[in-house]
């Protein structure tokens, strides 16, 4: 284009344009390469979902991992920060004696008074692990393997593991442990999606 | 070979919610596109969740879901296309 216009007799006006077809030709492929750029960012823009697990519980034990491992169906990037009661759940042999509290639990047939007394958490729990195993709801234990296979990322607050005296090696494989607030928080600020449990 | 013949079938009857929908896209995970995975659940709300996880998951198409009676159970028959 160069030679064309130094060949041409100088007419400023059709060198002005030729140099602005040259610019506005740059300038499109650079917005092409822009809009590529954001095509692939949006196919890539996976959802991402934080759950705070704080109970130990049974009953509260099932949401976290029930709405993480089907999170992570959907392709989404899951995380699931335990802490307090919630390690339990990440622990190899309390995860698997998960109890239900009888008192304080107005969906018992018993008063209080009659809750409290010795052995009816044992048949509180009795009673909704059979509930369990005649629904073919999954354990905790098959849903904790299958988070972890499906690829959630579990992981144990640090502080709260030397506050319970949990050793790392208590915990299933594959389950982060050496995380604190500042982790949870990190990735809450990314995340789609942000539960206490 | 017939694109409706189902490239494999998953067995997912007697598992209650979540297990229907992990265990799918566990299932779709080691097929090819174009694959059919034919679904078999007992779980009355997989109809809902298996549609609902089709319709929020790149790559997948729900084909159809019908209802089969098998010694006295109602089992749902889901058929996921890998795109």
């Known amino acids: 284009m160069s030679s064309d216009a130094e060949a041409a007799p100088p007419d400023e006006s059709r060198t002005d344009a030729a140099e602005r077809i040259a610019e506005l030709e740059a300038r499109i492929e650079e917005l092409e390469d822009e809009v590529a750029t954001a095509a692939v960012a949006e196919r890539d823009d996976e959802k991402s979902m934080v759950i705070v697990a704080t109970q130990g519980t049974l009953d509260m034990a099932y949401p976290p991992l029930i709405l993480a491992s089907t999170a992570a169906a959907f392709g989404w990037d899951v995380t699931v920060f335990h802490t307090f009661w919630g390690l339990d759940i990440l622990h190899k042999e309390r995860s698997t004696d998960l109890k239900l509290s009888a008192v304080g639990n107005p969906n018992m047939s018993v008063p209080n008074a009659v809750a409290a007394l010795p052995g009816m958490d044992r048949l509180a729990t009795t009673m909704m692990e059979r509930r369990i195993a005649d629904n073919d709801v999954a354990t905790i234990d098959e849903l904790l393997e299958t988070s972890l296979e499906i690829g959630v990322e579990l992981q144990a607050c640090q502080m709260t593991m030397d506050l319970m005296d949990y050793d790392d090696d208590a915990f299933y494989d594959g389950v982060t442990v050496g995380v604190g607030a500042a982790t949870a928080l990190a990735e809450m600020a990314d995340a789609d999606v942000q539960l206490l449990v | ?83």
């Open chain 2, 1 to 83: 070979m017939d694109s409706d013949t189902p490239t494999e079938t998953l067995d997912v009857t007697g598992e209650s919610c979540p297990m229907p929908v992990v265990k799918t896209k566990q299932a779709v995970d080691d097929l090819a596109s174009g694959d059919l995975l034919e679904v078999h659940a007992t779980d009355a709300g997989s109809v809902s969740d298996i549609d609902g996880w089709a319709a929020g998951t790149p790559g997948v198409e729900l084909v159809d879901q019908s209802e089969q009676i098998q010694n006295d159970t109602t089992v749902y028959v889901h058929r996921v296309r890998v795109e």
